[in-house]
């Protein structure tokens, strides 16, 4: 009777609900500063491009993530258990490291973001990122950690207040912004080159300083193909997908485009944060900054919480499944994994405190930061897609779209790489390397005579090699945090 009721629960959801829960799972923090982030180095058309270029290379990615759940849906531990699956223990693991490490510091510039938007009615927060500023965050992330560890989870009343302080105002800014558009402002300086017309070169530098942004408002996509056993028709689900998928996209678009409208691209990339709460006080007066950063704070503090449970789920996870130490498996009497808890926000902690020596630019940083270490988590699922795709047999239906979906998005996955940048990637490395101590760890823990296979050992070495020459980079100034 128990499985009975279960069943019934998790087959309730039609395609309005399922559309709903993956726009929710969607939309984050990264919204409400949309325009300035996008427009700080890009004019109005690299801005489309942009945008094209991610609407393709995210829809690919779904179509991905949608084809591999349908097919190893014995692959239940992540999306990192794609990299394994296709390429060993050691990929396998540096996944789920790059997929967790992503996961708390986007917690750190929820943070950054949470109280730049309480600055606006304490000025005691000022920007965000000074000393009381990180007193408080750090009371909120102590009290986050308390409320778990008693078994806490948020329950449905709390999901559908948070959609809501995320959709309401997100739709009343794109209205004002509709009705405030001026022509003559949008059409300045369409191309931002000197010569005010298109020069490739110079565009597609602008495209690229966009596409960290586009991937880290995205970020939690993959979690669309989680709600399949709850839908009340299978076929609902890939629907659903793809409806969400662009809905948020038709969000992102609009909310970015309709903002060059009323300023321009200097002027949004100016704002404070967050960006989206100054323009639309700027549209129609003091209560538009005082609606969307009430928005911004009820939304941030779900997600803040979702994301901190989710953040320690995947190394407890992990553990479980032997890829990361043992002792992330450790759970108290609630059934809460205390270890991968508590390690998560001693770390975000760590970084809350580097909010005193950003200069007013931490959640630029952690955003990017975060984005950064999961393109390596999406890249394998893109890379895994083309592999199993090949490999199947030729009779196998779709097989042909499958492994164009597998060539697209691979292709997307590297141009992320490329755009991230090199000093990025420098800083990426970095947090990276200390995984393969943990990796070894784990590989000892389970009594493996050979940790390393022979390319994981190269790879492993190269990394430290990258690590040593951004720490010389670092120290000489070359590149700077």
Known sequence: MATKTVTKEKRNLGLLSLTGLVVGSIIGSGVFNLMKNMSAGASLMAIIISWVITGVGMLF??????????????????????????????MGFNSAWGYWISAWIGNVAYAALMF??????????????????????????????????????????TNLLV????????????????????????????WGTVSGKFNFSDVMTQVQSTM????????????????????????????????????VLAIYVLVSILSLGVMTSPELANLSQPAMAELLKSIVGPWGAAFINIGVVISIAGAWLAW????????????????????????????VPVVALTVTNVLVQLFILSFAINNGSAYNFMYALATSTILLPYAFTAFYQLKYSVKEKPETPKRGWNIVVGVVASLYALWLVYAAGWSYLLLTVLIYTPGIFVFLWARLENHSKKPFKLYEAVI????????????????????SI
């Open 116 to 157: 730049s938007a309480l600055g606006y009615f304490f000025h005691l927060f000022g920007d965000g990122q000074n000393w009381a500023s990180i007193i408080g965050a750090s009371v909120v992330l102590w009290l986050g950690q308390v409320l778990i560890l008693k078994g806490v989870r948020t329950a449905g009343i």
């Open 308 to 335: 901190t449970m989710f953040a320690f789920e995947l190394p407890f996870r992990a553990a479980a499944k032997k890829t990361f130490p043992a002792v992330f498996a450790k759970e108290n009497k609630n059934g």
């Open 61 to 90: 990615l779904v179509f991905s993530f949608q084809n591999l759940n349908k097919k190893r849906r014995d692959l239940d531990a992540g999306i990192y258990s794609y990299a394994e699956a296709g390429f060993g223990k050691f």
């Open 163 to 190: 959609t809501i302080a995320k959709i309401v105002p997100i739709l009343i800014f794109i209205l004002a912004a509709f009705l405030a558009f001026k022509l003559n402002i949008f059409n300045t300086d369409i």
């Open 460 to 479: 492993a070495l190269i990394l430290i090699a990258l690590s040593v020459f951004a720490i010389y980079q670092l120290a000489s100034g070359q590149i």
């Open 212 to 247: 960290l942004t586009t991937v880290w408002v995205f970020i939690g996509i993959e979690g669309a193909v989680v709600f399949s056993g709850r839908a009340t028709k299978r076929s609902n689900v890939g629907k659903a997908t793809i409806l969400g998928f662009l809905s």
